[in-house]
């Protein structure tokens, strides 16, 4: 199964890369700046937004604010109320959303370029005068709070908040950045508006531009579109996270036939010299699919689990460095069995050159099909500013993986990851424990 995997993989990647053209800073007459991607083969233009600050940031009691006010501001602006302005968008096919994240509130929109004036428009007047009218703000509401009530049988949900809540305590990320059900039922429509005038400033903005357009269109569009916005936001920074990793088990009692493990250990900052051989033994130890060694000894050799996985987190207060399972309740102690010696092993054994290599080969080659769209490149140059990454990162990522060495991958397994501290979450019934 895992030579296959590789060899369907090297045969993805011996098809043409996409091409990109340079990375553009664009700087508008008011100062507001972007990144652009000039594409110019399709009449198709997307812009990506955010602002620094995101669900963190909710007030206590009032968790949930930034991702209602994002699920809001496209439901009515300006003169336009939320059935004339969704049926403008449906008219026009276009794309606009606003989302939240833990340290971001943003959006996008998408649109033809015969359609670039209405689109930015109407993206203008969502972000400087939502209206939150009260039908649109109480049927989403309720569709919010469906939808926690949801996840609070979910196991998979339950695991993550309680595997916050315990690393973080009373820090802001411990409360997870979808809100609780008693928080949004205290939002106000004056909550929002406030949120609205003063979280989004043109000093916590990121903007990142892909498609058919130029740099001087792009300067005239910035100054249309966040023009309005108040030169500075209320403070957004927060205090940093101490994460506090536990070694007992903690199992949640939750009558379902399947449990959900979560485990966690400190992560690595993305600015961090050794991130790079971090990024290629995550890749190696959880992050490669079916190539990994997780679902190599977890599922492929002993069957316990349809899918195990790893991955680095980064937040901007916070690093972690996460994996989870799920299987029945008479594996589950057979899988956490498993898993801890597969961390210990890396970390005291180490890691193979072929491993390495075959890491290198797919990161370096998938690399270029992130690029599969102008939406997809706008929302990379964003994060990429949002990273505090150069603005050649997309030049040289590639450079920067292929110069991990194996000898850097295994000093970095026995550094950082801490088998004795990897605090593990059960969501079910597991039988053995």
């Known amino acids: 199964m895992r030579s296959l995997y590789l060899a369907l993989i090297a045969l993805l990647f011996s098809l043409p890369a996409y091409a990109l053209a340079p990375v553009q800073e664009v700087v508008s007459k008011d100062g507001i700046k972007a990144w652009l991607i000039e594409d110019h083969t399709n009449p198709i233009v997307a812009l990506k937004f955010a602002f620094r600050g995101g669900s963190a940031l909710d007030p206590v009691g ?6 209602l006010a994002s699920a809001t501001m496209d439901e009515g602006s300006g003169d336009m109320d939320s059935q004339a302005f969704q049926a403008k968008l449906e008219d026009l096919s276009i794309s606009l959303h606003f989302e939240a994240g ?68 009373d820090h802001p990320y411990g409360r997870g950045s979808k809100g609780t059900i008693k928080g949004i039922q205290n939002i106000t429509q004056q909550d929002l508006k406030n949120f609205a005038k003063t979280r989004l400033g043109k000093d916590n903005l990121v903007v990142g531009v892909s498609g058919d357009i130029t740099s001087d269109e792009l300067k005239n569009l910035l100054d249309d579109v966040f023009g309005p916005l108040p030169d500075k936001a209320s403070p957004w920074k927060i205090a940093k996270a101490q994460p506090v990793f536990f070694k007992d088990l ?14 966690a250990q400190k992560g690595i900052d993305r600015h961090d010299p050794d991130f790079y ?9 959880g992050g490669g699919g079916f190539s990994s060694r997780l679902t190599e000894e977890v599922r492929e050799k002993r069957g316990l689990v349809y899918s195990v996985y790893s991955y680095l987190v980064n937040y901007d207060q916070a690093n972690l460095w996460l994996a989870g399972a799920g299987t029945q309740n008479a594996r589950v102690k057979e899988t956490l069995d498993v898993i801890r010696h597969e961390w210990k092993k890396a970390a005291t054994e180490g890691v193979s050159a072929q491993e390495v290599q075959d890491a290198k080969t797919y990161l370096t080659g998938s690399f270029a099909l992130r690029f599969n769209s ?28 292929e ?19 990897l605090s593990a979450i059960v969501v079910g019934q597991p039988e053995g424990l």
């Not at 015969?114 to 989403?140: C, G, H, Y």
């Not at 926690?148 to 998979?156: K, T």
Request: charged share 25%.
């Open 277 to 285: 051989p971090a990024y290629v033994l995550n890749y190696i130890l």
């Open 102 to 169: 833990m340290d971001s509130f943003g959006g996008s929109v998408t649109t033809l370029r015969e359609n670039l004036k209405p689109a930015t428009q109407m993206l203008r007047t969502a972000l400087s005068t939502p209206r939150f009218d009260k039908e649109p703000v109480e049927r989403i509401s309720a569709q919010l709070l469906a939808s926690l009530r949801q996840s609070e049988e979910d196991p998979n949900s339950v695991a993550a908040r309680t595997l916050y809540k315990s690393i973080f305590g």
């Open 374 to 401: 102008s939406d997809t490149i706008a929302a990379i140059l964003v994060g990429m500013q949002k990273d505090k990454l150069p603005i050649d990162f997309l030049e040289t990522r590639n450079k920067q993986v």
């Open 403 to 421: 110069a991990v060495s194996l000898e850097d991958v295994n000093r970095v397994a026995k550094s950082l990851l801490q088998p004795q501290n």
């Open 250 to 263: 903690k199992v949640i009692d939750k009558p379902v036939p399947q449990s959900s493990i979560l485990f």
């Open 62 to 67: 009032k968790e949930g604010l930034a991702r």
